[in-house]
């Protein structure tokens, strides 16, 4: 099997807080074709933000590797990471903290071709602005005369400026009025498409990432518990977590409506600081089992390409009519 | 034009006023300021050739001021430029290193803080003998502190920024980051900052002159001020001119300071 673009093995993360270290990211496996669009979605807290520095290096991890082109990122220092650089770009959840209020439209895009001294700027500023569906007059505007969805433009342009090889975007359109989600979300699918682009989206919103994912891992206080093809995902999703965050998108058609089954979460997510023993999610699990709340569950298989993290998809004194059941670990 | 307001025009034309007079001085009133040029304590308008009169020794206090205004702005400028230079080197390496360094340097702000700066300008100046250079460098190591912090708060908090991230993963380098898409972020403050540090070194130049601590072989406002305080009661006039000049030329500063930060914020104006 040939080497996938990116492959996360077994990465950790804490962070230091007063109440003792915060378990940001708990161990997390994931790979990401070439050309492949991943979305990564769980609430405000479960360490997606997190995970995405760690790949971009804006953060060193505390176990585990990063392998991306073939390469382990990880023990790579600055200098030698500058190379790889360019392959590995990310848009922002809020353009307005993300772009430089002092520096022009035209700078802020021209930034990543000057520091990689890359030849006709102008040229490739221009392109990009039409890329991303922005007028050429708009190079010597300042950020804080655009719109929030321009601002988004301009940053998606930064990010693709240097031809990258995968996009990371975290929560790309979480700060952006409701009616301008939807151009930014296709405009990124758009440029992946045109570009032949790996994505790894960063979300919470399942209905954002609906038509613009090839598959879908959910993750849950600094672990995947689910990971699917969207599809499958869509119909099959097996984790009560998953199941809980797609009862919270609302239906598009009567029939849809009438297959949801309610199912609101409980309470707030876990202290990253002391995750609950066992199962991270049994606190708020509405299926919640004696054992989960022991015993860390197993990683199950539940076809080629799905896998879900539960006690109760095991054969067990489990509920078996949570999922398809899986082959005993 | 971008909006600098009444006082912001009358700001920056008084110390344009102040820095022409000051460069104009030699010519103005060629020789030595503090010769004598009619009899002693003309009172101002009597003479027509002497606006501002003359003091004790019978020397023109117009003269007095122009030459003096040369003195207070070397001193105000120079020194202020030299605690803004100090206090941004200082507080943005704190700012932006964080950790020990941040920890080592802030450490070193607060002892300088606790120390009166006008107590070591004059101490400075006893040790090292009265001159212009003295005092400058007096003013200088004393009031870089401000400085410094606020540039340490602005780059932190900077530095927190997704464009900073941003900034990183494309691989661009520290100093760049720092001197290209930070600090011109934070000059607004600076700029404040600095007209007060310049509009401070007048004053304290002044009062070392005052005290007697000036460059003795220069003419300066403060001096002119110890000069008429025996003669208050009799002629008021000789300290209230140099008096009048600091208090203009200071107001003047901070006016000009204050619609340079409206001026420079792109977000406005």
């Known amino acids: 099997m040939p080497e996938p673009l990116l492959r996360l093995q077994g990465v950790k993360k804490s962070y230091p807080s007063p109440a003792g270290p915060v378990q940001a990211v708990r161990g997390v496996d994931l790979t990401l074709e070439a050309g492949e669009r991943l979305a990564l979605v769980g609430e405000s807290g479960c360490g997606k933000s997190s995970l995405a520095r760690l790949i971009l290096r804006l953060a060193d991890v505390d176990a ?16 030698a990471l500058r190379p790889f650089r360019p392959r590995l770009q990310m848009v922002f959840q809020d353009p307005v903290a993300a772009l430089n209020p002092r520096r022009t439209v035209f700078q802020a895009i021209e930034d990543p071709l ?4 890359r030849p006709d700027r102008a040229a490739t500023v221009a392109r990009l602005l039409a890329e991303v569906g922005l007028e050429a007059g708009l190079g ?20 693709l400026a240097l031809d990258p ?54 993750m849950h206080l600094g672990e995947i518990v689910e990971l699917a093809p969207r599809a499958r995902f869509w119909t099959g999703a097996a984790h009560p977590y998953a199941q809980a965050l797609l009862a919270a998108v609302p239906a598009t058609t009567p029939a849809e409506a009438a297959a949801k089954t309610p199912f609101v979460l409980q309470g707030d997510l876990p202290s990253a600081v002391a995750p609950p023993a066992g199962c991270s999610f049994h606190t708020r699990c509405p299926h919640a089992e004696p054992r989960c709340r022991t015993i860390p569950p197993p990683i199950v298989q539940l076809a080629a390409d799905h896998w879900a993290r539960c006690h109760l998809l095991t054969p067990g004194a489990g509920t078996p009519s949570l999922g398809s059941g899986g082959p005993a670990p | 034009m971008r909006r600098l307001g009444l006082g912001g025009w009358v700001g920056l034309s008084l110390v344009l006023a102040f820095v022409l007079i000051a460069i104009a001085a030699p010519w103005l009133y060629p020789g030595d300021p503090q010769d004598r040029v009619g009899r002693a304590l003309i009172w101002p308008f009597e003479d027509p050739a002497l606006p501002f009169g003359t003091d004790r020794l019978g020397r023109d206090l117009a003269a007095g001021i122009a030459h003096g205004t040369r003195v207070s702005l070397l001193v105000g400028f120079a020194a202020a430029a030299a605690a803004i230079t100090i206090g941004v080197v200082v507080g943005s390496l704190a700012g932006y290193l964080g950790g020990l360094i941040d920890d080592a340097l802030m450490r070193l702000t607060d002892t300088v803080q606790t120390i009166p700066g006008f107590v070591l300008a004059l101490a400075l100046v006893a040790v090292l003998g009265a001159g212009v250079g003295t005092v400058i460098l007096a003013i200088a190591v004393s009031s870089w502190t401000g400085t410094a912090r606020i540039v340490r708060a602005e780059v932190s908090s900077w530095r927190e920024r997704d464009l900073v991230l941003a900034c990183r993963a494309m691989g661009m380098g520290h100093g760049e980051i720092l ?18 540090v310049v509009a401070v070194a007048i004053l304290v130049e002044s009062a070392l ?48 300071g204050d619609a340079l930060t409206r001026a420079l914020d792109p977000r406005r104006g």
């Open chain 1, 64 to 79: 585990g590797e990063i392998w991306f082109e073939g390469v382990n990122i990880i023990q790579m220092s600055d200098r």
């Open chain 1, 140 to 159: 010597q505007r300042y950020p804080h005369e655009l719109s929030g969805g321009q601002k988004q433009r301009v940053g998606l342009a930064r990010a």
């Open chain 1, 165 to 218: 090889a995968l996009l990371i975007a975290d929560e790309p359109v979480s700060a952006l009025d409701v009616s301008v989600r939807a151009q930014v979300i296709n405009l990124l699918g758009a440029a992946c498409r045109n570009r032949g682009l790996s994505l790894l989206f960063i979300g919470h919103d399942l209905a954002v990432v609906r038509h613009l994912a090839d598959r879908i891992a959910v």
């Open chain 2, 179 to 196: 001197f290209r898409q930070i600090l011109p972020n934070i000059a607004a403050p600076v700029i404040v900052l600095a007209s007060v």
């Open chain 2, 209 to 256: 002159s005052f005290l007697g601590f000036g460059d003795p072989s220069l003419i300066s406002w403060g001096a002119m001020v110890a000069e008429g305080r025996g003669l208050l009661r009799r002629a008021w006039y000789v300290a209230a001119v140099p008096g009048a000049a600091i208090v203009v030329v200071v107001v003047a500063i901070s006016l000009a």
């Open chain 1, 114 to 117: 000057r520091v990689h001294q």
